[in-house]
């Protein structure tokens, strides 16, 4: 069984930084894309980030482009974001995704983490 | 205000038939790129629903379909039940934007 465990999120301050991390299980982790979703409180999801298989790819939304790092360990089958200079605006639900194989283009998005809440607050 | 237009809200009675359009442009969906689904009940996680356009992952019920034409998509569902309230997301991607995926606003649907 897929698995995808989000971990890391808090409360942290405007200008602060934090690291999400995503154990991922029951698959090959290291033959997938994987990706980060966010969703702000009550509004809709918006894409992150994903990086390639071997990690010589990675490409992010223009919004936390300069501040956040997406990053994967193949060996401990974990993905990884590190998210610097927090605004308030990056307030959001944080999910792990693994990215489909099925061919089509954009990858689907085929299993999802539960989740974790990051709130930017002074 | 994302490049790929949905209505906020559609509402129908249980047994009804209800869609769900996803409009882009021709830098998304008129270029060709396909377009997924994804239905988030209250307090979860999304769950891919429809795949390449009109492809039901396994377990999901062919009450689900997907379809997609010019530089819209939609999703229908067939016999509604009080288990489908919940928000759709269409998934594209655009060419016009330096990123990756891009997700519609979101479709609130509300069983009466």
Redesign the interface.
Known sequence: EVQLVESGGGLVQPGGSLRLSCAASGFTFSSYWMSWVRQAPGKGLEWVANIKQDGSEKYYVDSVKGRFTISRDNAKNSLYLQMNSLRAEDTAVYYCAREGSSGYYPRDLDYWGQGTLVTVSS | Q?VLTQPPSVSGAPGQRVTISCTGSSSNIGAG??V?W?Q?LPG?????LI???S?R?SGVPDRFSGSKSGTSASLAITGLQAEDEA?Y?C???DSS??????????TKLTVL
């Not at chain 2, 979860?44 to 891919?48: D, E, S, W």
């Not at chain 2, 990756?100 to 979101?106: D, M, N, P, R």
């Open positions: 994302s790129y396909d997924h994804y988030q979860t996680a999304p769950k891919l795949y390449g356009n492809n992952p928000d997301y998934q594209s991607y934007l330096s990123g990756c995926w891009v997700f519609g606003g979101g």
